[in-house]
């Protein structure tokens, strides 16, 4: 065994900055943080080259005295601890003193700071931890802190690094995050020279939401302030369309420290059990505030993780926090004209054994065959297209042009449709239910991905473009993937600096509709679906193939009806019996099944 020995000072620090200073948007957090503890209401950030170059946060915060601003980079230096009891009721945000010791030494660090009672303040520039004398300097109060040339002196970190354009997403996912925990304080964010967003500091989440993600989801928020057994929850959470194929825009802070944590997450994902598709994600931003004494911020270095104490008690007040305000979106909801009559007990957070009892017993055998998440088909409203016949289109026949008739077929008779979502018909002595969504699903996957195979491009020129708003990492997602992009329809460019305008889209719908197909691809690309070739250009495919589907709730003819029946048919020679999700399409129920239900037979 090698002998012991303890590692010199500076390889220690540097292995320290591996935990605290792991890339440039962890930087930032360490030191936007500081400049929070400092009282600052006004935070301003620059970076250059993704951070790698140069990092500048500029704040109107307390300042540092100048007789205290060297010790400010020792190791394990600190203002917010005095003894082991204070671990366990910390408030602020910051709090081991290893965050401008680590940044130093793998950078080169200058900070120009001022107290209110200074007259002058105070310069002083760090190369990789080593200090130089210090000056006195004219400024403002408050600080100002430049980190360059992070990793220089360690070549090998530098490979870890993404590209610039992926670093400085990071910056802003991170920035954004805080910026939504302290909606009092204004902060403005500025990559390479131009602003990317700038939060106006007015105490408003709502504002803050919309300086940062944008209109769309700012008019999509539902408020959350609730409050149980000495625990808060309070914040926004999005109303279903704002639901996205990730977690990337689900937030969670503790005390107003941004935390990561996802059994939480899940909780507060349950609430949107059935009104939001499998596989879809909703958006929120929630502030759990409970006693400090209840958390334990110190079991990771970058404090992103945390322990809470009677992690329960947490469990069920995020689920009533958001179960409750989601229940109270839809209540306040305006009454449609046709009203579907599971929505009120939707509205009231029934369960699926509970809607069963309102309904006629051959919808009750729907509900019993089909899975638990067909519930929220009751509740689609949107319709997809202004064509007459939906289904009676030109390309659906090539699909089907291969099947043979090995016999003949037993004839079948369309019935009619039920609840404006599926299609009945009878075929020998068996009665057939069709969810005319999952089926409409189905054509138009198989259809999409034949002309795909077939290398066909598909899509239509919009008579008037869609133009729509990307957050800095979406537009880098968006450039680094257009020209896939385009493979599926799409003919997309650059508009402004944080836009693109959409001129041909893949399906004739609603620009929201539109806009929400892009955002779901961009969002796929930048969750990594590449990665298994075939499975990422299906995915592709159905998710063109879901938007364009016929929704429920669409009243049918009776030539969409047959022609929905006829197809069911077809698709069911191949094997294909569900919707690309795996829902059924169909389901049976024999002359015998109907006649015990009337107990006409036993």
Same mark, same amino acid.
């Given at each position: 065994?090698?002998?012991?020995?303890?590692?010199?000072?500076?390889?220690?620090?540097?292995?320290?900055?591996?935990?605290?200073?792991?890339?440039?948007?962890?930087?930032?957090?360490?030191?936007?943080?500081?400049?929070?503890?400092?009282?600052?209401?006004?935070?301003?950030?620059?970076?250059?080259?993704?951070?790698?170059?140069?990092?500048?946060?500029?704040?109107?915060?307390?300042?540092?005295?100048?007789?205290?601003?060297?010790?400010?980079?020792?190791?394990?230096?600190?203002?917010?601890?005095?003894?082991?009891?204070?671990?366990?009721?910390?408030?602020?945000?910051?709090?081991?003193?290893?965050?401008?010791?680590?940044?130093?030494?793998?950078?080169?660090?200058?900070?120009?700071?001022?107290?209110?009672?200074?007259?002058?303040?105070?310069?002083?520039?760090?190369?990789?931890?080593?200090?130089?004398?210090?000056?006195?300097?004219?400024?403002?109060?408050?600080?100002?802190?430049?980190?360059?040339?992070?990793?220089?002196?360690?070549?090998?970190?530098?490979?870890?690094?993404?590209?610039?354009?992926?670093?400085?997403?990071?910056?802003?996912?991170?920035?954004?995050?805080?910026?939504?925990?302290?909606?009092?304080?204004?902060?403005?964010?500025?990559?390479?020279?131009?602003?990317?967003?700038?939060?106006?500091?007015?105490?408003?989440?709502?504002?803050?939401?919309?300086?940062?993600?944008?209109?769309?989801?700012?008019?999509?928020?539902?408020?959350?302030?609730?409050?149980?057994?000495?625990?808060?929850?309070?914040?926004?959470?999005?109303?279903?369309?704002?639901?996205?194929?990730?977690?990337?825009?689900?937030?969670?802070?503790?005390?107003?420290?941004?935390?990561?944590?996802?059994?939480?997450?899940?909780?507060?994902?349950?609430?949107?059990?059935?009104?939001?598709?499998?596989?879809?994600?909703?958006?929120?931003?929630?502030?759990?505030?409970?006693?400090?004494?209840?958390?334990?911020?110190?079991?990771?270095?970058?404090?992103?993780?945390?322990?809470?104490?009677?992690?329960?008690?947490?469990?069920?007040?995020?689920?009533?926090?958001?179960?409750?305000?989601?229940?109270?979106?839809?209540?306040?909801?305006?009454?449609?004209?046709?009203?579907?009559?599971?929505?009120?007990?939707?509205?009231?957070?029934?369960?699926?054994?509970?809607?069963?009892?309102?309904?006629?017993?051959?919808?009750?055998?729907?509900?019993?065959?089909?899975?638990?998440?067909?519930?929220?088909?009751?509740?689609?409203?949107?319709?997809?297209?202004?064509? /007459?016949?939906?289904?009676?289109? $030109?390309?659906?026949?090539?699909?089907? &042009? =291969?099947?043979? @008739?090995? !016999? +003949?077929?037993?004839?079948?008779?369309?019935?009619?449709?039920?609840?404006?979502?599926?299609?009945?018909?009878?075929?020998?002595?068996?009665?057939?239910?069709?969810?005319?969504?999952?089926?409409?699903?189905?054509?138009?996957?198989?259809?999409?991905?034949?002309?795909?195979?077939?290398?066909?491009?598909?899509?239509?020129?919009?008579?008037?473009?869609?133009?729509?708003?990307?957050?800095?990492? /979406?537009?880098?997602?968006?450039? $680094?993937?257009?020209?896939?992009?385009? &493979? =599926?329809?799409? @003919?997309? !460019? +650059?508009?402004?600096?944080?836009?693109?305008?959409?001129?041909?889209?893949?399906?004739?719908?609603?620009?929201?509709?539109?806009?929400?197909?892009?955002?779901?691809?961009?969002?796929?690309?930048?969750?990594?679906?590449?990665?298994?070739?075939?499975?990422?250009?299906?995915?592709?495919?159905?998710?063109?193939?879901?938007?364009?589907?016929?929704?429920?709730?669409?009243?049918?003819?009776?030539? /969409?009806?047959?022609?929905?029946?006829?197809?069911?048919?077809?698709?069911?020679?191949?094997?294909?019996?569900?919707?690309?999700?795996?829902?059924?399409?169909?389901?049976?129920?024999?002359?015998?099944?109907?006649?015990?239900?009337?107990?006409?037979?036993?």
């Amino acid at each position: 065994m090698a002998e012991i020995k303890v590692l010199p000072q500076n390889i220690a620090d540097k292995i320290a900055a591996g935990e605290v200073a792991e890339r440039p948007s962890a930087v930032v957090k360490e030191l936007v943080e500081n400049s929070i503890d400092a009282g600052a209401t006004s935070i301003q950030v620059e970076i250059e080259k993704g951070g790698v170059k140069c990092i500048r946060v500029t704040d109107n915060g307390c300042g540092i005295p100048e007789n205290q601003v060297e010790t400010a980079f020792l190791r394990h230096a600190t203002s917010k601890l005095r003894n082991i009891e204070d671990l366990y009721s910390m408030s602020t945000m910051g709090f081991r003193g290893e965050a401008l010791s680590s940044i130093c030494a793998v950078a080169n660090v200058r900070i120009i700071t001022r107290t209110e009672s200074e007259e002058e303040g105070t310069l002083m520039e760090l190369s990789h931890g080593i200090p130089s004398p210090k000056e006195s300097i004219a400024c403002n109060k408050g600080t100002i802190m430049e980190v360059c040339d992070l990793f220089q002196n360690i070549p090998a970190r530098m490979k870890f690094l993404k590209k610039d354009s992926t670093e400085s997403g990071y910056v802003a996912d991170v920035l954004g995050r805080i910026a939504m925990a302290k909606p009092n304080i204004s902060f403005k964010y500025v990559c390479d020279g131009a602003e990317v967003f700038q939060t106006s500091g007015d105490g408003n989440l709502k504002n803050a939401i919309l300086n940062i993600y944008g209109l769309e989801y700012a008019k999509g928020l539902i408020d959350v302030d609730y409050e149980k057994d000495g625990v808060r929850i309070f914040g926004v959470c999005g109303k279903s369309d704002l639901a996205r194929g990730n977690r990337t825009r689900q937030t969670l802070f503790v005390n107003g420290r941004y935390i990561k944590n996802h059994v939480i997450a899940k909780v507060a994902e349950e609430a949107y059990r059935n009104s939001i598709m499998v596989g879809k994600f909703p958006f929120f931003v929630l502030n759990i505030n409970l006693s400090p004494s209840l958390v334990d911020v110190n079991v990771h270095p970058a404090k992103t993780e945390i322990k809470i104490a009677d992690e329960k008690r947490i469990y069920d007040t995020v689920y009533g926090a958001v179960s409750n305000a989601l229940m109270g979106a839809v209540k306040d909801e305006p009454k449609m004209e046709k009203a579907i009559p599971v929505r009120e007990n939707y509205a009231e957070n029934a369960s699926v054994s509970q809607i069963k009892m309102k309904i006629p017993s051959f919808s009750q055998r729907v509900r019993e065959e089909v899975p638990a998440q067909t519930v929220e088909k009751f509740i689609e409203y949107t319709v997809p297209h202004k064509e /007459e016949n939906v289904f009676c289109e $030109e390309k659906t026949e090539d699909v089907f &042009d =291969f099947i043979e @008739e090995k !016999e +003949e077929e037993i004839p079948y008779k369309v019935v009619g449709q039920v609840f404006e979502t599926y299609v009945i018909f009878q075929q020998g002595e068996k009665m057939f239910f069709i969810d005319q969504h999952a089926a409409h699903e189905r054509f138009r996957f198989e259809n999409l991905l034949s002309d795909y195979k077939a290398k066909k491009k598909f899509g239509q020129m919009l008579l008037i473009p869609v133009v729509m708003n990307l957050t800095t990492s /979406e537009m880098d997602v968006f450039r $680094e993937n257009q020209s896939v992009i385009e &493979d =599926f329809g799409f @003919e997309a !460019e +650059e508009f402004g600096k944080d836009g693109i305008i959409i001129r041909q889209s893949p399906i004739t719908s609603s620009d929201e509709e539109i806009k929400g197909l892009m955002a779901e691809m961009i969002e796929g690309f930048s969750g990594g679906f590449k990665n298994s070739v075939w499975d990422y250009e299906e995915k592709m495919i159905d998710m063109i193939s879901c938007k364009y589907a016929i929704k429920a709730n669409k009243k049918l003819t009776e030539i /969409e009806m047959d022609d929905i029946v006829r197809k069911t048919l077809e698709l069911e020679k191949r094997g294909k019996a569900t919707c690309p999700h795996g829902r059924p399409i169909k389901i049976e129920f024999s002359k015998q099944e109907v006649e015990k239900m009337f107990k006409r037979i036993v």
